[in-house]
């Protein structure tokens, strides 16, 4: 039987995986291409020789048979991760692999996990992978470009964890200053962590900073990060909480600015129209205008009409008492 070896990228090169156990002739929407270093393929069978050409050799069960349907559910579980990756859907493409690897413990699924975990930027467990491959594979001449990947993680984790630390400190500081009040340090100094390293914890103090100075609609948002970058967090019930409070207090602050509150109890809001010094202002900007405008008429020129009008006589014309008719 005739093997052949072949590695996958994406247009600009470097997005290896493996090809998987199944593949079985064709090629995938990702563009093949001849590669010298060999790709990273697993296999279906062993060459006749007994040894594998590519990654290794299946997993057997005792008695040296692989059933049926576990390899059909392993088959399945690795077209599906290999979908997801190709779309970038890395984490699901990583719980793929995993469980492929659960159920037929192929040296390459290693590969194809450290592969997941490095494009998520998770180096310390590319490095474990990555090394359990070349581990159970010490004759592969793909152990040098692995070899190459590993140390290419171990140099991003060094970089990681000086940011990391930097991130760490920053934290402190945010949270020292929202135990104190200083919301607005507080939000600088956790923003700049977060740039750092994004941890989902940074998200939940932002949104208890923005809750602290009244900006509830930034700290819903927050919250809801907070909620969706850490799914099944033990915390989601009482986040869940703060977001329905903010959404009740950024109410009630929209109402007291407009005025449109019920007056009921002792804290409630009026409307405007229903305060004294409503109509207190009314009434005097009233009698502002009534004195201006009275002013204005008293101190205004007289007004002199025409000579010979109705409202005056004009005696030169009339004839003198006593005369001649």
């Not at 001849?34 to 594998?52: D, E, H, N, Q, T």
């Not at 930027?121 to 159970?136: L, N």
């Not at 509830?216 to 948002?221: D, E, G, N, Q, T």
Request: with cysteine.
């Amino acid at each position: 039987m005739q093997f052949f070896r072949e590695t996958w990228s994406w247009p600009g090169g470097g997005h290896h995986l493996a090809t998987g156990p199944f593949a079985r002739g064709g090629h995938p929407p990702l563009r093949p291409r001849p590669c010298r270093v060999a790709a990273l393929a697993l296999l279906v069978a062993v060459a006749p020789c007994g040894r594998s050409l590519a990654l290794a050799a299946p997993g057997k069960e005792p008695g040296g048979h692989v059933r049926a349907q576990v390899r059909a559910r392993a088959r399945a579980h690795f077209e599906t991760g290999r979908k997801r990756f190709a779309l970038r859907q890395f984490r699901a493409a990583l719980m793929s692999f995993k469980k492929a690897y659960e159920l037929l413990p192929l040296s390459g699924f290693l590969f194809n996990i450290g592969q997941c975990h490095r494009f998520l930027g998770d180096w310390k467990s590319a490095i474990f992978f990555y090394s359990g491959f070349v581990r159970e594979n010490p004759g592969t001449p793909d152990a040098k470009f692995v070899t190459k990947l590993i140390a290419r993680c171990r140099s991003r984790l060094v970089g990681e964890q000086a940011r990391r630390k930097e991130a760490d400190r920053l934290f402190r500081a945010g949270r020292t200053a929202l135990t104190l009040g200083q919301y607005g340090e507080a939000i600088q100094k956790l923003t700049a962590a977060y740039r750092k390293i994004p941890l989902p914890g940074y998200l939940f103090h932002l949104g208890q900073a923005h809750q602290g100075i009244r900006h509830y609609v930034k700290a819903v948002h927050f919250f809801r990060q907070y909620l969706r970058s850490n799914p099944g967090s033990p915390k989601a019930k009482m986040v869940l909480a703060r977001i329905a409070r903010c959404k009740r207090l950024h109410s009630a602050l929209l109402s007291r600015r407009l005025g449109l509150g019920k007056g009921q109890g002792k804290g409630g809001s009026r409307p405007i129209y229903k305060r004294w010094w409503f109509w207190t202002s009314v009434a005097v900007a009233l009698a502002a205008t009534a004195l201006g405008v009275g002013l204005g008429l008293g101190l205004s020129e007289p007004q002199k009409l025409p000579r010979g009008t109705l409202n005056t006589i004009d005696w030169s014309g009339l004839p003198a008492q006593g005369g001649a008719q």
